[in-house]
């Protein structure tokens, strides 16, 4: 019988030692050995982030938590760190990811919710409206930003943004 896989030992030999699953850093945090490399965990753009949804995470890195807020992607972040983690806002996107709603979605389930819906400014979060059944969420992933609005105000913590 194989033996099972220790994922802390894989995660040690990756550089993130403690950590089973990928983080969110901030926007237009470069690739994460780069970021991780470049980082001194110094804490200033966590406290120039204008929403307070960065916070100190494993190693003392920053990382981006929607459970806080939404992201404005303001460029505070950014413009405080002087080590060089951060790449040019005017050459490229935050990053590449956008809202993913899950299975637990109470939508899904047959119960009326739309407050994914209502916090998302960008309007990239549509209903299908149908007389048989409850309305379900869809992201329309050319209009969402990643800002995260929806995930704070989901009450069953279906809607993730990230890797």
């Known amino acids: 019988m194989p033996m ?3 994922r802390s030992r894989r995660a040690l030999l990756l550089g993130r030692p403690g950590r089973d699953k990928d983080v969110l850093r901030p926007p237009w945090a470069e690739p994460e050995a780069r970021f991780l490399n470049r980082c001194t965990q ?5 406290s120039a982030c204008e929403t307070d949804i960065l916070v100190k995470g494993d190693g003392g890195y920053p990382e981006v938590d929607f459970s806080r807020g939404e992201c404005t992607f303001c460029t505070a972040c950014v ?3 002087d080590t060089g983690a951060f790449s040019d806002p005017e050459r490229g996107v935050p990053w590449p990811y956008v809202a993913m709603i899950g299975e637990t979605c109470l939508g899904r389930s047959g ?3 739309r407050s994914c819906g ?3 400014e960008a309007g990239a979060i549509r209903f299908a409206f149908n007389q048989y059944r409850v309305p379900e969420p869809t992201v329309d992933t050319e209009s969402c ?3 995260g609005a929806c995930v704070e105000g989901c009450p069953v913590q279906a809607v993730q943004v990230g890797p």
């Open 79 to 81: 413009q405080a760190c």
């Open 111 to 113: 119960i009326y919710c």
């Open 145 to 147: 930003t990643g800002c």
């Open 4 to 6: 099972p896989v220790d």
């Open 42 to 46: 110094c804490g200033d753009c966590l």
């Open 118 to 120: 209502e916090s998302c």
